[in-house]
């Protein structure tokens, strides 16, 4: 009689369950331990003032060396299987602490003041990035220079490519104390450029399985559109709710405290969860939550409670950011590459740094045009964007998900080319970044003096003059008349009417207090 599997669940040559326990618990064990050496490494890093190897990029290394001991080694499958990048995980539980972060330590002065800046950069500019990288894959695979791929392969090669990471980029600006204008658009950029380019990926993605070919360049603009106010309108949504239940419910008294922070915390899950549910991006719906929270939910705690929500969502998306680094490195050295198309690594780091250029230099020019004199960027201020953008978790996750997505072996192609392109930036490009800063002369005048005196009560932040020439045209200086009346507008909206409606404060309050926990809650606890 023939031998029969003891269950329909468990084969015969499976691992016992105790076996599978402890493969499991000799992988976590090495997680801990590599997240331990990073933060060691780190902080050592930090106080000796050696910028050529940021934090970021020794997370990275960590993990691209000991998955390449594993990978020579004779490592147990089952203990490889926790090291590998799953999108899923990637997607549902690290990212979410990360981005909700980004959005809840956002200064409101200086990142409102500069939203249409950092609006264009972050949507126009990725657009015109995640375009110009797809035509020119295109473009040169139709002349025989690298791999050739489908159109919207390409463009969805573009738009996953162009989310930026400039994690490494930014905790340099702290240590070195850049400009605050620069900081703000390289921060806001990149809080909006990951929104951006995961939605543009989906929908080209949607789009490419769906819709005949004539109809999708209308389709990807309508159903981008659709998902992006759809998602924002959500996270709003849920951010107004926690906040009139913070300040009607009565949870800030110290016996409730431990209630009171738990439904805090659960509310940036419930908004991400709550867009994808419906099919929207819950990156942009949970970015929006932490906004909206931070600015209206955040003062309805009592004081114990913001205490705790700052430390804890600062300490989480630090540990998911490193965490990342660690995992992505892993699984570079553990996965199975497509060398073979080295033309198209070669063109593709060409080409995106052609539309990185494209991106900036013509944002900036419209920005420019429509600012007076004394709010211009300047050159040197374009320049640091332009070498900021590395990339990172986001474009690799992307990248990892299009294996899934494209077929022919097209999608390995993608990702070993986004592999290469992420080490390259983020080892090279983050260990070089203070000594730009440097000859660039941006650094040292951030963080010195009083913050509040780079902002004006009335109008927003002001950045410090430079000598540029004064844009021409009555018709632009009547649209930029027309937009400080807006803006004004909408300061005046949430001062007299949004604040009182939604928070516990007055808008002279929450003025007063904005100034006050500025430098402490929001500069220092943004990404590390």
Sequence with gaps: MDDLPISPTEPRGSPS????????????????????????LGHVLRRKKFYYLPEASASLLIGLIVGGLANISDTETSIRAWFNFHEEFFFLFLLPPIIFQSGFSLSP??????????????IVGTFIASTVTGILVYLGGLIYLMYRLPFLECMMFGALISATDPVTVLSIFQELGSDMNLYALVFGESVLNDAMAISLYRTISLIKSHVPSEQNFFMVIVKFLETFVGSMSSGVGVGFTAALLFKYAGLDIDNLLNLECCLFVLFPYFSYMLAEGLGLSGIVSILFTGIVMKHYTFSNLSENSQRFVSAFFHLISSLAETFVFIYMGFDIAMEQHSWSHVGFIFFSILFIIVARAANVFSCAYMVNLIRPA?????????????????????????ALQSVHDLPEGHGQTI?????????LTVLLIGGSTGTMLEALQVVGDGHDGPIAESFEVNNGYISPPYDEEESSGNRLKMRLKEFHKNTATFRALDKNYLTPFFTTQTGDDEEQEDFGKFRVDNIYLVKK
Excluded: C, D
């Design 17 to 40: 369950p105790g076996k599978e326990q402890q493969a499991a618990g000799v992988g976590i064990l090495l997680q801990i331990m590599m997240l331990v050496l990073s933060f060691v």
């Design 109 to 122: 002065k200086p990142f409102f003041s500069n939203f249409g800046a950092i609006v264009t950069f972050a």
């Design 374 to 398: 004394h709010r211009q960027i300047p050159l040197k201020h374009q320049k640091a964007l332009w070498y900021s953008g590395l990339r990172g978790a986001m474009a690799f996750a992307l």
């Design 415 to 423: 990702f070993t080319a986004t592999t290469a392109i992420v080490v």
